[in-house]
């Protein structure tokens, strides 16, 4: 039986959340009439799912959600945002607060109880187990912003951690709008106990970032032993750790791809792009039933047909990127699309791999 807690001010609508989700008599309902209560009365009791208003007396909904997703306690918590406002720029809003979904009042009763069964029948997962390199040996096809965007939408579920290995000054921090204080060659001076907060910087969405150093560093910096202790913390902590990976295959990369739960193979779409994803689907044939394929249109234009793309790569595609026209300005903005555009193509079909990840 899960534990569901509702927080609201308006008891009407306490009452009616209540009588929806009850019907069944497969939840246990908790209520909260404030935000600050119902805050104390989620981290005392840690429930399953909380549904929270945005609009409160002496706390908002949006600080609810942070700090539920700031405590270790609760930071893998089901969370649904509720809102009299409907507009894209508050679905955005609470998505950046870190809720797991927004639905906009009035509720539909069928669409709160398809919404609740989806947060709580996500395929459980031991923290530290899933581990998800994004991977290209061919640069420019669009591998960072991917991982980015991936590890942004699997935040949104559980706990994220987002490594940038890149050892030439990555791009993970600047797409997020951060700037790298805290990166992995600080790691290879220090203790090997450091911890979570020493290491990463925490994005308002509650992503952690594990970011490139700035200035570039020699690759042999990076030894297997270390990239063993970065995942060992990272994965001690968080659900879900997203590798923005490197174009190279060396005995550092192959480290992560044998400890992969899944590997995000990128393609790009033209012949040269398609050639490389060939020829590394054939070098990674020890790692086969781990790729999930995603060819990304990183150009406007006329693309090959998918049914003979992936004839030639002898590998089903799980997903197609479209052509983002606006994603230099979303970078520049430090805006993700998952955040600054929700619901266009581009984070549909992420999404699409998200959902294809968790049932593998």
């Given at each position: 039986?899960?534990?569901?807690?509702?927080?609201?001010d308006?008891?009407?609508?306490?009452e009616?959340l209540?009588?929806?989700?009850?019907?069944?008599?497969?939840?246990q309902?908790?209520l909260?009439?404030?935000?600050k209560?119902?805050?104390?009365?989620?981290?005392?009791e840690?429930?399953?799912?909380?549904i929270?208003?945005?609009?409160?007396?002496?706390?908002s909904?949006?600080?609810?959600?942070?700090?539920?997703?700031?405590?270790?306690?609760?930071?893998?918590?089901?969370?649904i945002?509720?809102?009299?406002?409907?507009?894209?720029v508050?679905?955005?809003?609470?998505?950046?607060?870190g809720?797991?979904?927004?639905m906009?009042k009035?509720?539909?009763?069928?669409e709160l109880?398809?919404a609740?069964n989806?947060?709580l029948?996500?395929?459980?997962?031991?923290?530290?187990?899933?581990?998800?390199?994004?991977?290209s040996?061919?640069g420019?096809?669009?591998?960072?912003?991917?991982?980015?965007n991936?590890?942004l939408?699997?935040?949104?579920?559980?706990?994220?951690?987002?490594i940038?290995?890149?050892?030439n000054s990555?791009?993970?921090?600047?797409?997020l709008?951060?700037?790298?204080?805290?990166?992995?060659g600080?790691f290879?001076?220090?203790?090997?106990?450091?911890t979570?907060?020493s290491?990463?910087?925490?994005?308002?969405?509650g992503?952690?970032?594990?970011?490139?150093?700035?200035?570039p560093?020699?690759?042999?910096?990076?030894?297997?032993?270390?990239?063993e202790?970065?995942?060992?913390?990272?994965?001690?902590?968080?659900?879900?750790?997203v590798?923005?990976?490197?174009p190279?295959l060396?005995?550092t990369?192959?480290?992560?791809?044998?400890?992969?739960?899944r590997?995000?193979?990128v393609?790009g779409?033209?012949?040269?792009?398609?050639?490389?994803t060939?020829?590394?689907?054939?070098?990674l044939?020890?790692?086969?039933?781990?790729?999930?394929?995603?060819?990304?249109?990183?150009?406007?234009?006329?693309?090959?047909?998918?049914?003979?793309?992936?004839?030639?790569?002898?590998?089903?595609?799980?997903?197609?990127?479209?052509?983002?026209?606006?994603?230099?300005?979303?970078?520049?903005?430090g805006a993700p699309?998952?955040?600054?555009?929700p619901?266009?193509?581009?984070?549909?079909?992420l999404q699409?791999?998200?959902?294809?990840?968790?049932r593998?």
């Amino acid at each position: 039986m899960a534990h569901i807690l509702i927080i609201d001010d308006n008891y009407e609508i306490l009452e009616m959340l209540k009588t929806i989700l009850g019907q069944r008599e497969t939840h246990q309902i908790s209520l909260s009439a404030n935000g600050k209560d119902g805050l104390a009365q989620a981290l005392k009791e840690r429930p399953d799912l909380a549904i929270v208003d945005v609009m409160m007396p002496e706390m908002s909904g949006y600080e609810v959600v942070r700090r539920l997703r700031a405590d270790s306690n609760t930071a893998d918590m089901g969370i649904i945002i509720l809102t009299a406002r409907g507009q894209a720029v508050d679905k955005a809003a609470a998505l950046e607060a870190g809720a797991s979904h927004y639905m906009s009042k009035p509720v539909n009763a069928q669409e709160l109880l398809e919404a609740v069964n989806k947060i709580l029948t996500v395929p459980p997962a031991q923290k530290g187990s899933v581990l998800y390199p994004v991977f290209s040996l061919r640069g420019g096809v669009g591998v960072t912003t991917l991982a980015v965007n991936l590890a942004l939408l699997l935040q949104h579920l559980s706990a994220t951690a987002l490594i940038d290995f890149s050892p030439n000054s990555g791009h993970c921090a600047s797409y997020l709008g951060l700037r790298p204080r805290q990166h992995w060659g600080q790691f290879i001076q220090k203790d090997t106990d450091s911890t979570i907060g020493s290491l990463t910087m925490k994005h308002h969405s509650g992503l952690r970032l594990l970011a490139a150093p700035p200035i570039p560093i020699p690759t042999e910096q990076l030894a297997e032993a270390t990239v063993e202790l970065l995942l060992a913390v990272l994965q001690k902590y968080l659900h879900f750790v997203v590798v923005d990976m490197p174009p190279v295959l060396n005995s550092t990369s192959t480290l992560i791809l044998e400890k992969a739960t899944r590997v995000i193979l990128v393609s790009g779409s033209d012949s040269p792009g398609l050639q490389t994803t060939l020829r590394t689907v054939q070098a990674l044939q020890e790692y086969h039933h781990k790729l999930v394929l995603v060819l990304n249109h990183i150009a406007p234009g006329r693309q090959l047909p998918l049914s003979t793309v992936q004839r030639a790569l002898h590998i089903p595609i799980t997903a197609q990127i479209p052509y983002y026209a606006q994603e230099i300005a979303t970078k520049q903005a430090g805006a993700p699309a998952v955040l600054s555009q929700p619901k266009s193509p581009v984070v549909s079909n992420l999404q699409q791999v998200v959902r294809t990840l968790l049932r593998k």
